[in-house]
Every structure is written in C-alpha cells, then in structure tokens.
C-alpha cells in the first residue's frame, strides 16, 4: 500500500465517521494494513491530516486550472473560479460531514500553523502558495490582479471561506463571484 492510497482511505473515514475518527490505527484498519505500516508512512496524526490537506491542495489547484482554461479573460477566470470553488465546497462529502458536525475540526484545521501546529504557515498560505505557483500559465490573469495576484489570492480564500462556514446567504454564488470579481481584478482599460 502506498502512500497516497492510505491518503484515499483517510479521506474516506473521515467521509464516513467524521475528523474526530480519524487516527492511524482506524486508516490502518480501513486500508487492512497493520499499524505499523501507517506509523511509518506518516508518523503521527497530524502528518496524516497536512498529507490530506496538501492532497486537497492539489486536486483543487488542478480542478481550478482546467476550470479557467476556456475562459479567456481576467474577470471571466477569477468568477468561474469563485463559482466553481464554492460548489466543490457545497459537493465534498469529507468536508461537509465535518462541517455539519464537527465544526470546530475546520476552524483548527484552518487556523492551524502548519502539522506541528506551530510553525509559520496556515492553511490559507498553503493555499495561496499554491494558487500563486499556478498562475504562471496564466499570465494575464497575474497581471490583472489587484494589488498583486498574492493578495488578491489570499482575498479570494478568505472570502471563500467565510461562505463555506457560514452557507447561509442572500447573495448567489454569481453575486459573490461578482463582488470578488470587482475587488480583485483590474478594470479593462
């Protein structure tokens, strides 16, 4: 079993039983390996939840490429890519499960600095890094974001997860892409 199959797994387990089931020895047992095998691919639970954190990472940073790619301009990439986001959210069983039930597993998660807990890295600048890295195939949508495509980046999170925490709102995933849209890429001149 490989690494990332036991990241598939944990994954999984917390679709079905939620964050707070998530240990080594329950992925172990879900993957039938011993624990051992899980011990050594991770060390600990916290390098479990940052390998499925940089997992999501990932898959969502690719998901937003081929999002943007048929859209051509600035404006049109950064609203699809808020509209998209925002049902991924709304469709991730893990992440809604927790959401609906143990709220307070997404706020560590997200407020966390790193698998230790205390190094200088959130989530948010993971995520940000890695939208940022990407933007260099896209270089007229870096070169429309204002201030700069980190902050107008980090903004576009924010936002994002102000509404997946609190879903609840008078506006469509359209207006709130719209409002981002106005906030974030320079006006066509």
Known sequence: MDRDRMVDVAIAVVERFGARALSLTSVARHAGVGRATAYRMFGGRDELVQAIVEREVKTLGDLIAGWIASENDPAAKVSTMVVHVLTYIREHEALQYILRNEPEEIIATIVAR???????TTIVDIIVANSVGNFSAEP???????????????????VVYSYMLIPGSAMSDDDIAAMVVRSTVRAAE
């Open 114 to 120: 790193g698998p230790d807990r205390d190094a200088a």
């Open 140 to 158: 007229e949508l870096e070169a429309a974001l204002v201030p700069d495509a980190r902050r107008a980046t980090e903004f576009m999170v924010r």
